[in-house]
């Protein structure tokens, strides 16, 4: 059984930047694709990244993809969202998953097997 811990989000003004972190507890991180989605307020939930087992492949939602980079550190079996250049579109929870099955996860929540509980990342304007 494999537990995801989100930290990191808060709120920051307009043009700021977070990094979310995401912890891995049960069997090592090396082993499984994440993932970080998003769900806004009254939106669904959404795929923001992914990155594959070892780290060396990756792919962004194309709104963020020049602002956010995912990363992972299988060492400390974490995974990390940089986010740089927020604005207030990018107010939601978000959610960190991990695919046990795959090399590299899709875009789809069916796609992963395990989920965080989400953590809060709020942009002022």
């Known amino acids: 059984q494999v537990q995801l811990v989100e930290s990191g989000g808060g709120l920051v003004q307009a043009g700021g930047s977070l990094r979310l972190s995401c912890a891995a507890s049960?069997?090592?991180?090396?082993?499984?694709?994440m993932g970080w989605f998003r769900q806004a307020p009254g939106k669904e939930r959404e795929f923001v990244a992914a990155i594959s087992w070892s780290g060396g492949r990756t792919y962004h939602l194309d709104s963020v993809k020049d602002r956010f980079t995912i990363s992972r550190d299988n060492a400390k079996n974490t995974a990390y969202l940089q986010m740089n250049s927020l604005n207030p579109e990018d107010t939601a929870v978000y959610y960190c998953?991990?695919?046990?099955?795959?090399?590299?996860?899709?875009?789809?929540?069916?796609?992963?097997?395990?989920w965080g509980q989400g953590t809060q990342v709020t942009v002022s304007s």
């Open positions: 049960g069997p090592t991180l090396r082993n499984y694709a």
């Open positions: 998953a991990a695919d046990l099955r795959t090399y590299l996860s899709g875009t789809d929540e069916s796609d992963y097997d395990y």
